[in-house]
């Protein structure tokens, strides 16, 4: 069963062939037999998603109309709330917070009848590049459990790739959905920034972050965009318009263009530039023309942007995790003044110190002028040259990555660690939609894909090429993810 897209598990739930709780016990099994081996979950749900597939099949059984996601089990990243149970965004600070509401994205799913089975591992607040930078465990890519899955949504496209539940949602603010997804050999998707609410995200970056979804198939991905990517009244950015991501899924590519930044390209691995290659021909076999001429120049700063950004949100976002309201609080402190600082100093992992040291710089008396506001304006250029270059094309093909999964404590220097979003984070700083598929395996069996982006709100059609180029490069029926092994007790 676990083989199976989320498309096909929602038919046979449907025809009546699986009930709810058949594919609930299914898939909390194969958590519970490969969670050793991949260390994904923070949290597996058991009680929780097994008492909604009860309530599933008794609805069914009455003869009332069910959702969308009916019978499929759900994975999200554990900076989501659930009302009710934890949120820890992998810290030490938040290792006991219970979430007193349900993020935006936890009610549609759950309103159209889908059953989050549990919460996934990633680095501590979504900052990281490889899922090492979390509070309890490092999570291991299950193509190689030597490797990175990348990060920071490691752990949700993980349980993906181990076939944990056929669907999971990450968040991606530089790249933390469309970099572990190529790592791990699956479909990751960023929307346009507004299509998913962010209400019930524990922010990073807020200008940034875009919840997106993990699959093995961009059938599924389009399945679950129908389900989240809706207008909240909670959420101020969010867009206030109706799509069908499904409609276009048909859509022939002949007479589409696609767009390569060739000054870009060369910043990748040979292989890199292999897979990438293969994707484009794949692309022009389907009908779609290349054009080469395509200029991103700025593109080429956006990791100096991103940092000065990013950063500097993040220390806004963070201060409030004082010791005093919530979150962990030391108990060596005698006066209010260490109550603030050995809260904090106990409470962040060394990355999430990092970037609040860097971003509270930026912010400082003196330095916000020469490097926020300077960053600011290279990023409205950034969106200005996006939007000439889609003048010229429907889509602009990029590597999702400049090499393939790297082994644990590969990637020690910072300044490394950061390089691996330098095909990412553009998409972010202009907030465009973007995907990541795979297209094969390198020499060391470890998958590489290929990158789609769009125009701001051409969400349904980006996933129209995605879902084409997919079909044509059959990755999931000519490479099978080695056996994980099993360990029990």
Not at 339 to 348: A, D, H, I, M, Q
């Amino acid at each position: 069963m676990h083989n199976k897209t989320a498309t096909e598990i929602h038919k046979h739930f449907i025809d009546g062939t699986l009930s709810a709780q058949a594919i609930c016990k299914h898939f909390i099994k194969r958590c519970k037999e490969v969670e050793p081996s991949i260390n994904a979950l923070i949290l597996l749900l058991e009680e929780r998603a097994m008492k909604q597939a009860k309530m599933l099949d008794e609805k069914k059984a009455r003869g009332e109309e069910v959702g969308l996601l009916a019978g499929v089990p759900v994975i999200i990243k554990d900076n989501m709330h659930i009302k009710g149970e934890k949120t820890t965004c992998a810290s030490k600070m938040l290792e006991n917070y219970t979430a007193p509401f349900d993020a935006t994205v936890t009610r549609l799913i759950e309103e159209e009848d889908g059953i989050i089975i549990g919460k996934s591992n990633l680095d501590e607040f979504a900052m990281g590049s490889s899922t090492e930078y979390s509070y309890f465990k490092n999570t291991n890519n299950p193509w190689n459990t030597e490797c990175s899955p990348g990060g920071s949504s490691g752990g949700s496209a993980a349980a993906v790739a181990g076939l944990m539940a056929p669907l999971s949602l990450g968040s991606d603010t530089g790249g933390s959905i469309r970099q572990p997804a190529a790592f791990c050999g699956v479909a990751g998707f960023k929307p346009t920034y507004g299509r998913v609410s962010r209400h019930g995200l524990v922010a990073f970056a807020s200008s940034l972050d875009q919840i997106g979804p993990f699959a093995q198939s961009v059938e599924d991905i389009a399945l679950m965009m129908n389900v989240i990517g809706k207008y909240c009244e909670r959420d101020s950015t969010s867009i206030n318009e109706e799509e069908d991501y499904t409609k276009h899924l048909g859509d022939s590519l002949k007479g589409k263009v696609i767009g390569i930044p060739q000054h870009l390209i060369e910043y990748t691995s040979d292989e890199g530039k292999e897979h990438f290659v293969k994707g484009i021909e794949k692309l022009k076999s389907l009908g779609a023309t290349i054009d080469n001429s395509i200029s991103l120049a700025f593109s080429e700063y956006s990791i100096a942007i991103y940092y000065i950004l990013a950063t500097a949100e993040a220390s806004t976002n963070l201060a409030r995790y004082d010791g005093i309201r919530y979150g962990h609080r030391s108990n060596k402190a005698t006066n209010l003044a260490e109550v603030y600082k050995l809260s904090r100093t106990e409470g962040f992992g060394k990355e999430v110190k990092r970037r609040i040291l860097l971003g509270t710089y930026v912010l400082s008396s003196g330095y916000q002028d020469a490097y926020f506001k300077q960053a600011q304006k290279v990023r409205t250029l950034c969106i200005k040259e996006y939007k000439e270059a889609f003048k010229k094309c429907d889509f602009i093909a990029l590597p999702p990555t400049i090499n393939s999964a790297f082994k644990r404590g590969e990637n020690i220097d910072p300044i490394e660690m950061y390089r691996q979003d330098l095909f990412t984070i553009s998409a972010n700083l202009a907030g465009l939609p973007a995907i990541s598929i795979p297209t094969g395996l390198t020499k060391d069996q470890l998958p590489m894909g290929i990158q789609l982006q769009a125009w701001q709100k051409e969400d349904a059609n980006l996933l129209n090429c995605a879902h084409q180029l997919e079909k044509s490069l059959q990755f999931s029926d000519l490479y099978r993810i080695p056996n994980i092994e099993v360990k029990r007790g």
